[in-house]
């Protein structure tokens, strides 16, 4: 996860990032792209998961509703490269 200063990222932008991370999402992104491919689903997922990411932020509990939500975002993201 890599936030440009003074730009920080929010509480479910950093869910988001971590949970792609943690779940294996990033491992076949070659390692010079990992940022630019965080940025570009930090932008998918603003414009595709504007509720999801609200909901985080509003709330910041990793229930099985919103894990699952994150799934299927890093699903369509990735899907894409």
Do not use: H, W
């Amino acid at each position: 996860m890599k936030q440009k200063q003074y730009s920080p990222m929010s509480v479910a932008e950093m869910a988001l990032s971590l949970y792609a991370g943690n779940s294996g999402y990033f491992d076949k992104v070659d390692r010079v792209k990992v940022v630019e491919t965080e940025a570009a689903l930090q932008t998918f997922a603003r414009g595709s998961y504007a509720s999801l990411l609200k909901g985080i932020n509003d709330k910041p509990d990793l229930s099985k509703d919103v894990e699952a939500a994150l799934k299927k975002c890093c699903d369509e993201f990735f899907a894409t490269l």
